[in-house]
């Protein structure tokens, strides 16, 4: 079966790296070019088709609606954002899917599924990877469940980490290196000898500081080099 190509519309760094990370995990998905607003996309789209764009709404010099009323015959249309009021206006224009941010690979995986039963017909359906969008971690003689989506940080406490949730902290016995291994690495990164953090968490970050849902964290000497790179 050929692959599904697709290009990016996104002018957030973040975003476009965690669509990309996304992507490279869907084995019928082929990423053809990203661009950081819509005016070149569309230079783009003059010389090449694609099956699906990843469309962000605000965009700088042409906002992702507006560029989709210019397409006259449009391949399949993911939007990508923050914003939910957009979302009647977008399936008016017939849209494939609506990506609420920050959304989950599982969330992503259900739409470019979508897509590709749309453009598949008669096709034999293929196995789909099972996807994990959780762990169980021993809490106070129990397992307890905690989604990847839940979780702002994990931090080490000796032999002990913390598991800080937007539900609650939960203390397990067990290393950070242990607890890292067992976290998605396109959606957790180490930021500090005792910290890692959830990439979707990060409301803004210095080359010292990380703050996420509020809460501030230091940057590790040894993980400052690249950090631009690293989120």
Request: proline residues 4%; contains cysteine.
């Amino acid at each position: 079966m050929s692959k599904l190509t697709c290009i990016i519309i996104e002018d957030e760094p973040l975003a476009v790296k965690i669509l990309v990370e996304y992507i490279s995990q869907v084995h019928f998905l082929e990423l053809k070019e990203s661009f950081k607003d819509a005016i070149l996309a569309t230079e783009y789209l003059r010389d090449n088709e694609v099956d699906l764009i990843f469309l962000d709404i605000h965009l700088p010099r042409l906002k992702g609606m507006a560029f989709l009323k210019t397409l006259v015959h449009p391949p399949a249309i993911i939007i990508t954002t923050a914003y939910h009021q957009y979302a009647v206006e977008g399936f008016n224009l017939n849209v494939t899917d609506y990506l609420l941010k920050p959304f989950e690979f599982n969330r992503f995986l259900t739409a470019v599924t979508k897509v590709k039963g749309n453009k598949g017909g008669h096709e034999p359906k293929e196995q789909l990877p099972e996807v994990k969008d959780h762990i169980f971690l021993n809490v106070q003689k129990k397992k307890v469940k905690i989604l990847f989506s839940e979780i702002i940080y994990v931090e080490s406490q000796r032999e002990y980490v913390k598991i800080k949730t937007i539900k609650g902290e939960f203390i397990s016995k067990m290393s950070t290196h242990e607890i890292e291994r067992m976290l998605p690495a396109n959606l957790f990164k180490r930021i500090h000898r005792s910290y890692i953090i959830s990439i979707s968490k990060i409301d803004s970050y210095t080359a010292e500081l990380i703050e996420l849902n509020g809460i501030v964290l230091p940057v590790g000497r040894g993980y400052r080099e690249g950090m631009e790179g690293m989120l």
